[in-house]
């Protein structure tokens, strides 16, 4: 029922907007390798720079700040303590740096360190409520909302609390609705909280909730495409950037982005640079920052990425009327009609949910020709046809039950 529910609302999205996925108006740009990384930081940005902060490095943390002027990296004073999976969140020009666990993952903390990047200098802020780790947070008018983690005996912690950077208070706040939240992600937008996804690494959810500020509720939204352990997401301009993850035990590259004012999630074209799990993404200026170690652990990469607005010449027009898809939903073959003589060759590339291209054709067709798609072999669920034909890009979402 919700594929159906989903399929719906995609379709009268694209209807309303005439609008498309984004496309890459660049690829992702490799930016200046760290030789020395931190283990398992955290990052955020403010004063015009980006911060890896914390992490795992012995007694004491790290503080490293990259210049995107110069394409460079440079040491700060530390952080008092490192810690196993903390959280950063960037308010008001400061980094508040919040939990982990320290010296080991059983030992969780209630820490609450405050960057002041414009004097390199660190203070301590009134500690967390209940010390934890795995937990996410973001900010939303001034204020920092903590989700979910683990506690200090090792069980799933569903507590949401406030903290105003102001008065340097906490206050408990209502409880998520559904307390799998270990390593979800978070971002804030207008007056609301975002927690998405999240779980054990290998029982992902694709719980999907909105947290209003002014009213101290919760509501279930249209769930999150695919159950996500440790992705990363942003919110770049009013829209949800939800990047990588665990998906079925392995780390993924897809990239989806989400409309509040619709409560639409749509797959983008693009890519992250390779699958990631447990990576770090910030927003800085228009590009979506994202860092990530080698397989070897020996570099730290840092990558940047501009995406396409709508309604730019990069966009992918949906609902073309000269191509009509049906029957969708189906139940594991579809046709494609084409109206007018396609002049050109042509690709009809299929993808799932996660972005793999599970059908790929190549071919001039005649005049009034159709196409007939068997996916009778794929699973159940939503997948997106996009045809191209020249500089002429379609696509349209089906869905199989």
Same mark, same amino acid.
């Not at 015009?48 to 700040?65: A, D, F, Q, V």
């Not at 042509?346 to 009034?368: A, Y």
């Given at each position: 029922?919700?594929?159906?529910?989903?399929?719906?609302?995609?379709?009268?999205?694209?209807?309303?907007?005439?609008?498309?996925?984004?496309?890459?108006?660049?690829?992702?740009? /490799?930016?200046? @390798?760290?030789?020395?990384?931190?283990?398992?930081?955290?990052?955020?940005?403010?004063?015009?720079?980006?911060?890896?902060?914390?992490?795992?490095?012995?007694?004491?943390?790290?503080?490293?700040?990259?210049?995107?002027?110069?394409?460079?990296?440079? $040491?700060?004073?530390?952080?008092?303590?490192?810690?196993?999976?903390?959280? *950063?969140? @960037?308010?008001?020009?400061?980094?508040?740096? +919040?939990?982990?666990?320290?010296?080991?993952?059983?030992?969780?903390?209630?820490?609450?360190?405050? &960057?002041? %990047?414009?004097?390199?200098?660190?203070?301590?802020?009134?500690?967390?409520?209940? *010390?934890?780790?795995?937990?996410?947070?973001?900010?939303?008018?001034?204020?920092?909302y903590l989700i979910g983690g683990q506690?200090?005996?090792?069980?799933? @912690?569903?507590? !949401?609390?406030? &903290?105003?950077?102001?008065?340097?208070?906490?206050?408990?706040?209502?409880?998520?609705?559904?307390?799998?939240?270990?390593?979800?992600?978070?971002?804030?937008?207008?007056?609301?909280?975002?927690?998405?996804?999240?779980?054990?690494?290998?029982?992902?959810?694709?719980?999907?909730?909105?947290?209003?500020?002014?009213?101290?509720?919760?509501? $279930?939204?249209? %769930?999150? %495409?695919?159950?996500?352990?440790?992705? *990363?997401?942003?919110?770049?301009?009013?829209?949800?950037?939800?990047?990588?993850? &665990?998906?079925?035990?392995?780390?993924?590259?897809?990239?989806?982005?989400?409309?509040?004012?619709?409560?639409?999630?749509?797959?983008?074209?693009?890519?992250?640079?390779?699958? +990631?799990?447990?990576?770090?993404?910030?927003?800085?200026?228009?590009?979506?920052?994202?860092?990530?170690?080698?397989?070897?652990?020996?570099?730290?990469?840092?990558?940047?990425?501009?995406?396409?607005?709508?309604?730019?010449?990069? $966009?992918?027009?949906?609902?073309?009327?000269?191509?009509?898809?049906?029957?969708?939903?189906?139940?594991?073959? !579809?046709r494609i009609e084409f109206r007018e003589?396609?002049?050109?060759? +042509?690709?009809?590339?299929? !993808?799932?949910?996660?972005?793999?291209?599970?059908?790929?054709?190549?071919?001039?067709?005649?005049? /009034?020709?159709?196409?007939?798609?068997?996916?009778?072999?794929?699973?159940?669920?939503?997948?997106?046809?996009?045809?191209?034909?020249? $500089?002429?890009k379609y696509c349209k979402p089906v869905?199989?039950?």
């Amino acid at each position: 029922m919700k594929n159906i529910l989903l399929f719906l609302q995609i379709t009268t999205f694209l209807l309303f907007t005439n609008s498309g996925l984004y496309l890459k108006s660049q690829g992702w740009e /490799k930016l200046e @390798e760290l030789q020395n990384p931190i283990n398992l930081p955290v990052m955020a940005s403010a004063n015009g720079k980006i911060y890896l902060l914390s992490g795992t490095s012995g007694p004491n943390g790290r503080t490293l700040e990259y210049n995107p002027t110069t394409n460079s990296w440079s $040491e700060r004073t530390p952080i008092p303590q490192g810690c196993y999976y903390p959280t *950063a969140v @960037e308010v008001n020009g400061k980094i508040y740096v +919040m939990g982990g666990g320290q010296p080991s993952y059983a030992n969780r903390k209630d820490y609450n360190y405050i &960057y002041d %990047p414009v004097n390199d200098s660190w203070s301590e802020g009134n500690p967390l409520p209940d *010390a934890r780790l795995y937990h996410s947070a973001a900010a939303v008018n001034g204020k920092i909302y903590l989700i979910g983690g683990q506690n200090g005996d090792g069980t799933t @912690e569903w507590y !949401f609390d406030e &903290y105003d950077t102001g008065t340097d208070t906490w206050q408990r706040k209502s409880q998520i609705l559904h307390n799998q939240s270990w390593y979800c992600g978070a971002a804030g937008i207008g007056d609301n909280f975002y927690r998405i996804a999240g779980g054990r690494w290998n029982g992902p959810t694709n719980y999907f909730e909105e947290y209003n500020t002014l009213t101290d509720t919760w509501t $279930e939204l249209n %769930p999150c %495409p695919v159950s996500l352990h440790a992705p *990363a997401a942003v919110n770049y301009f009013d829209k949800i950037i939800l990047m990588g993850g &665990y998906c079925n035990g392995n780390p993924i590259d897809s990239i989806y982005i989400y409309y509040p004012d619709n409560d639409f999630w749509s797959l983008s074209f693009n890519r992250l640079p390779e699958p +990631m799990a447990y990576h770090k993404a910030t927003v800085l200026d228009d590009y979506v920052y994202v860092y990530d170690k080698d397989s070897t652990g020996q570099f730290g990469r840092l990558w940047r990425y501009k995406f396409a607005y709508l309604n730019t010449e990069d $966009e992918i027009v949906f609902n073309e009327p000269a191509i009509k898809i049906f029957p969708n939903p189906s139940s594991g073959s !579809f046709r494609i009609e084409f109206r007018e003589k396609p002049v050109e060759q +042509m690709q009809v590339m299929v !993808f799932n949910i996660l972005g793999k291209e599970v059908i790929s054709i190549d071919r001039k067709l005649k005049e /009034k020709e159709y196409l007939d798609i068997d996916m009778n072999n794929q699973n159940k669920g939503i997948y997106f046809v996009r045809i191209q034909q020249g $500089e002429r890009k379609y696509c349209k979402p089906v869905i199989i039950h």
